[in-house]
C-alpha cells in the first residue's frame, strides 16, 4: 500500500479529501490541517510518496522537501503569477482564464518545476465558489495523474510576474472602478477566511457580499457595521 499526505485547512478541501479516499480505497491518505502537525517526525513516519498542498498558506521548511516530494496546486499560469493571493491578483487585474499549476515545492516561492497545469474559469461566482471548483479540479483530476501515472517536472519557462500577498486594508473598494471592477472586488474577498469588501461612508463602514451583475449595474447584500476594518 503506497501512502500519500495532503495538507490543507480550506472546508471544500477536507470534503474531498474524504471522496479521495474513497474512491483510492486501495491507497492510504493522511488528512494534516494543522500548521504545527507538518514536522518532518510526522512525515518520516508516515513515509509518503508524495504530500500535496491544494491550499496551505504557511512557508514549507526546506527539511520537508528536500526529504519528501512536496507537490503545490497554485492557482496560477506560471510563471505568470508567482506569490501570494493568486485569485484576488488575477480578477483584480481582470484575468478570469488561468491555469492550476502543479509544481515541486523547491527553495523559491513558486519557482520550482512543473508537473502539468489545468485550465480553471474564474469570470464567475466568489471566491468560495471559484476556490471549489479548483479543489474539485485538484482531486478529481491532478492528484489522481500522481497515483495513477509517472509524472516527470520540467523547469518554467519565461519571464516570472510576482504576485504580493495582500493585506486586509487592501479589501476598500478603491474610487473609480467600473460596474465590471466591483463586481470583481466584491466577490473575489466573498470567502471563507477574507476580509470582505468594503466602502466608508462618513463614519461608517460598509461591507458587500453576495455580488451579482446585471446589465451592467451591481447589485449586493450590504452588512452595515460589525466588523473591523
Same mark, same amino acid.
Given at each position: 500500500?503506497?501512502?500519500?499526505?495532503?495538507?490543507?485547512?480550506?472546508?471544500? $478541501? #477536507?470534503?474531498?479529501? %474524504?471522496?479521495? %479516499?474513497?474512491?483510492?480505497?486501495?491507497?492510504?491518505?493522511?488528512?494534516?490541517? @494543522? /500548521?504545527? *502537525?507538518?514536522?518532518?517526525?510526522?512525515?518520516?513516519? #508516515?513515509?509518503?510518496?508524495?504530500?500535496?498542498?491544494? !491550499?496551505?498558506?504557511?512557508?514549507?521548511?526546506? /527539511?520537508?522537501?528536500?526529504?519528501?516530494?512536496?507537490?503545490?496546486? !497554485?492557482?496560477?499560469?506560471?510563471?505568470?503569477?508567482?506569490?501570494?493571493?493568486?485569485?484576488? $491578483?488575477?480578477?483584480?487585474?481582470? &484575468?478570469? *482564464?488561468? /491555469?492550476? =499549476?502543479? &509544481? /515541486?515545492?523547491?527553495?523559491?516561492?513558486?519557482?520550482?518545476?512543473?508537473?502539468?497545469?489545468?485550465?480553471?474559469?474564474?469570470?464567475?461566482?466568489?471566491? *468560495?465558489?471559484?476556490? +471549489?471548483?479548483?479543489?474539485?479540479?485538484?482531486? *478529481? +483530476?491532478? &492528484?489522481?495523474?500522481?497515483?495513477?501515472? %509517472?509524472?516527470?517536472?520540467?523547469?518554467?519557462?519565461?519571464?516570472?510576474? #510576482?504576485?504580493?500577498?495582500?493585506?486586509?486594508?487592501? =479589501?476598500? #473598494?478603491?474610487?473609480?472602478?467600473?460596474?465590471?471592477?466591483?463586481?470583481?472586488? &466584491?466577490?473575489?474577498?466573498?470567502?471563507?477566511?477574507?476580509?470582505?469588501?468594503?466602502? @466608508?461612508?462618513?463614519?461608517?463602514?460598509?461591507?458587500? +457580499? $453576495?455580488? @451579482?451583475?446585471?446589465?451592467?449595474?451591481?447589485?449586493?447584500?450590504?452588512?452595515?457595521?460589525?466588523?473591523?476594518?
Amino acid at each position: 500500500m503506497r501512502h500519500y499526505v495532503i495538507a490543507t485547512v480550506k472546508s471544500w $478541501n #477536507i470534503e474531498n479529501f %474524504k471522496k479521495l %479516499k474513497e474512491r483510492f480505497a486501495e491507497e492510504s491518505f493522511v488528512l494534516i490541517d @494543522r /500548521k504545527e *502537525d507538518l514536522t518532518y517526525e510526522r512525515l518520516q513516519e #508516515i513515509r509518503p510518496e508524495y504530500v500535496f498542498f491544494p !491550499h496551505w498558506s504557511w512557508i514549507i521548511p526546506q /527539511k520537508l522537501f528536500d526529504s519528501f516530494n512536496c507537490v503545490v496546486f !497554485h492557482m496560477a499560469d506560471l510563471p505568470f503569477g508567482r506569490g501570494g493571493s493568486p485569485l484576488q $491578483n488575477l480578477l483584480v487585474r481582470g &484575468i478570469y *482564464d488561468t /491555469k492550476i =499549476s502543479a &509544481i /515541486k515545492v523547491t527553495a523559491g516561492l513558486d519557482a520550482g518545476p512543473v508537473y502539468f497545469k489545468e485550465p480553471l474559469d474564474m469570470s464567475a461566482g466568489n471566491a *468560495d465558489d471559484i476556490l +471549489r471548483r479548483a479543489s474539485d479540479i485538484v482531486f *478529481d +483530476r491532478m &492528484i489522481p495523474r500522481f497515483l495513477q501515472e %509517472k509524472v516527470e517536472a520540467c523547469a518554467q519557462t519565461g519571464e516570472p510576474v #510576482i504576485f504580493q500577498r495582500r493585506t486586509p486594508d487592501q =479589501s476598500e #473598494i478603491p474610487p473609480g472602478l467600473s460596474p465590471r471592477q466591483t463586481y470583481d472586488y &466584491i466577490r473575489m474577498l466573498d470567502g471563507e477566511g477574507y476580509p470582505p469588501a468594503y466602502q @466608508r461612508y462618513a463614519d461608517k463602514i460598509v461591507y458587500y +457580499r $453576495n455580488a @451579482r451583475l446585471e446589465d451592467n449595474v451591481v447589485y449586493a447584500d450590504a452588512q452595515f457595521g460589525g466588523m473591523d476594518a
